[in-house]
């Protein structure tokens, strides 16, 4: 490969996505016109915002809901993302279990389970044409270190009694059968995961939710949230063009949340980037295979995430800068030449036969992280506030679980969805600057030389790796 495809006009970089290249960005829903009153006002007109506003009006459709956007729904991770509509979740099962017991963690991993098949179920039913194929996911070790961790992982899903149907390893001839992976040594494959088109995914969502009655207002930016007053003065959020008066006002803003008053240090907005290859020849995929569209991960500490659209390119992402000081984020979705430069490396790692494909778009997005890398549903009866979010890369299902618990929550049902050990979740802050950017960069210079030791054939988990896992406290 030669830098000169690197060169900015060789290839679109940011413009929000590559997937919305495809769709054509939305066009713009009216902003808020003054201040106005609600049952229930949702801050974010992401995925989580989103299917909290459906599933709340199906169950009430006389319930005055509003939504308010800074741009336009869908514009951050939610049409952003690598496009893994998966049962992974953010946050440490023996963390989970240490405060609600090995059954409800078993409960949390089975309705993501279960969510995977209820968005596809959702799209279907409003007609959404997302690209949405089942073909599950693999998770591909590459060195001997990553091997062991691997194993590790499939070890312990055994211990907490998930069988061969949820998790198994695959021997090398139906490993090369799905997916030929240069260098591979081992491959895990789930069936809990699905391709996804994000972007046709959210702006489907959004006209459904918009027809069920929901006001969406866009380019309405929130500046404050605040609880409700001892004199009876309802919940509200503060904008720009009015303020929005609510019995619960829900944030959901997911890597945004640092622009809300009083919010800075709640979730950190981590950085990650993706590029898209050109549609790829047929002797290319005849060398790779990937006929089932698996969703493609791999065992680094610094992790690569790809699947195969569906008009035949590779989408591959992972970290680029982690973070920004002072919990900034890019806007439009522009990423560095030397983060596409990294990831073509790696693309080129894995497919060598694609190598020289021309990268066609390169954009980038945040991503909100708790302190404890865990993520949370929460509803305050008392102050009229609730709050969804904190995925950590894994929230293109955890968004629609955590619009239905809500919903629950709302409408003071308890539920099995109420009872999952991710409701009411609470962690500290993170630290303020400049510790929070000296400790988030260090930590992935580590990941990044453990990944180069373990590379140069270390057989197990290098120990920069376990030192960034002490400091991040994952």
Aim: charged residues 25%.
């Amino acid at each position: 490969m030669t830098t000169e495809v690197l060169k900015t006009d060789d290839f679109a970089n940011g413009g929000v996505s590559f997937w919305y290249r495809e769709t054509g960005l939305p066009t713009a829903r009216a902003p808020l016109p003054g201040t106005r009153e609600y049952d229930v006002c949702i801050v974010g007109g992401g995925f989580t915002g989103l299917w909290t506003a459906y599933y709340l009006k199906q169950a009430r459709p006389d319930m005055r809901i509003a939504i308010l956007e800074k741009e336009f729904a869908g514009f951050g991770a939610s049409g952003r993302n690598g496009g893994w509509l998966s049962a992974e979740m953010a946050g440490s099962r023996e963390r989970y279990a240490r405060a609600h017991g090995r059954d409800a963690v078993v409960a949390l991993q089975r309705a993501m389970f279960d969510g995977v098949d209820e968005v596809a179920r959702v799209a279907a039913e409003e007609g959404i044409v997302a690209d949405i194929v089942k073909g599950g996911v693999l998770h591909v070790a590459t060195n001997p270190a990553q091997r062991r961790r691997l194993h590790a992982g499939l070890a312990e899903s055994r211990r907490w009694g998930f069988a061969e149907d949820d998790l198994r390893l695959l021997d090398r001839g139906e490993r090369e059968d799905r997916l030929r992976v240069a260098g591979a040594l081992d491959a895990l494959h789930s069936p809990h995961c699905a391709r996804v088109q994000p972007a046709r995914l959210v702006q489907g969502l959004a006209r459904a939710v918009a027809g069920l009655g929901v006001d969406i207002f866009e380019s309405t930016a929130v500046t404050e949230i605040r609880p409700r007053g001892r004199a009876g003065e309802p919940a509200a959020a503060v904008t720009g063009r009015g303020t929005v008066r609510a019995e619960y006002v829900i944030r959901a803003t997911e890597g945004f949340t640092a622009g809300i008053a009083g919010q800075r240090r709640q979730w950190l907005p981590m950085n990650s980037s993706m590029i898209v290859t050109e549609p790829l020849g047929e002797e290319i995929w005849k060398d790779i295979g990937w006929p089932g569209a698996e969703l493609l991960g791999d065992e680094a500490h610094a992790y690569v995430y790809a699947q195969r659209t569906a008009d035949g390119r590779i989408a591959i992402g992972g970290r680029g800068i982690p973070y920004r000081f002072g919990s900034r984020w890019d806007q439009w979705g522009a990423t560095q030449p030397q983060t596409v430069a990294a990831l073509w490396r790696m693309l080129g790692k894995l497919f060598p036969t694609a190598a020289d494909a021309r990268v066609d778009h390169a954009w980038c997005g945040v991503l909100g992280v708790p302190r404890d890398w865990c993520s949370t549903v929460h509803l305050d009866h008392d102050s009229g506030l609730g709050w969804a979010g904190g995925y950590v890369g894994n929230g293109v299902t955890t968004t629609n679980l955590a619009g239905r618990t809500l919903r629950d929550l709302l409408l003071h049902e308890e539920t099995e969805l109420t009872r999952l050990p991710w409701v009411d979740r609470r962690v500290r802050r993170w630290e303020p600057e400049p510790l929070r950017w000296i400790g988030v960069h260090l930590i992935y210079t580590l990941y990044r030389a453990a990944d180069r030791r373990e590379n140069h054939r270390l057989a197990r988990t290098s120990n920069y790796a376990r030192l960034a896992g002490l400091i991040s406290g994952r």
